[in-house]
């Protein structure tokens, strides 16, 4: 059965993006990562918040990478959670009103693969409703001082987590931990 992950790269001071979504500091940090190369061939299905769908892109400018999951590195089904489901049909994507609904699809879709989750309000409602296994952060070494927290959840709440590897990538820490039940 599938695994939901949340993978990430966050800055140390805990945020996944700039103020307003800004993903421009990203860039100089996206470098050669062999646990992400590892990660990537695992997933099988992405559970996408719409802010993160139709947001800003390390790779802008980049004409073969920009709007592409992992910068072209993977492709497969998407599943994009939304109040708001264009009229459109995009090819390889489904929208989806609620997270029941979108995690029970995006697992089937993935088969004995990962889900990997992409957005911090999409992977913190995961996180609520008991259903993310794993985070595999990214560590970038700098500071963005606001944005978008990695979990942002008000009034706090401790959730215990287990170390599975701490890897060091040319430009990145990784620290991939599982969710402990
Ligand atoms: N650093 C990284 O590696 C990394 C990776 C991915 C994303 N990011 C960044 O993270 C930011 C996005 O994270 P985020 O937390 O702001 O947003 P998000 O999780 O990407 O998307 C939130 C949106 O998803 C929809 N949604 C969420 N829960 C829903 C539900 N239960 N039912 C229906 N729709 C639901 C809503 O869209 P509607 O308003 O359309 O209903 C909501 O506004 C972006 O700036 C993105 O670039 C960073």
């Not at 939901?4 to 800004?22: E, K, Q």
């Not at 992405?46 to 004409?63: A, I, M, N, S, W």
């Not at 029941?100 to 409703?129: F, P, W």
Request: net charge negative; proline share 6%; hydrophobic share 45%.
């Amino acid at each position: 059965m599938a695994k939901m992950l949340y993978s990430v790269t966050m800055s140390v001071d805990g945020f996944i993006a700039g103020p307003g979504g800004d993903m421009s500091w990203m860039t100089e940090h996206l470098g050669p990562n062999e646990t992400v190369d590892e990660i990537i061939g695992q997933i099988g299905a992405l559970l996408v918040g719409r802010r993160t769908f139709g947001g800003d892109d390390p790779y802008k400018g980049v004409e073969e990478k920009e709007g592409k999951p992992f910068g072209g590195g993977w492709d497969g089904p998407q599943f994009v959670l939304t109040h708001h489901a264009p009229e459109t049909q995009i090819p390889g994507t489904t929208f989806v009103g609620d997270l029941a609904t979108a995690v029970a699809a995006a697992k089937a879709a993935a088969g004995d693969k990962y889900v990997n989750i992409l957005g911090a309000s999409t992977a913190r409602q995961c996180l609520d409703a008991g259903v993310l296994d794993e985070i595999l952060v990214l560590i970038a070494p700098v500071l963005l001082g606001d944005g978008v927290r990695l979990f942002d959840r008000p009034g706090g709440a401790n959730v215990k987590l287990e170390r599975i590897s701490l890897t060091q990538a040319p430009l990145a820490t990784n620290l991939w931990l599982r969710v402990a039940r």
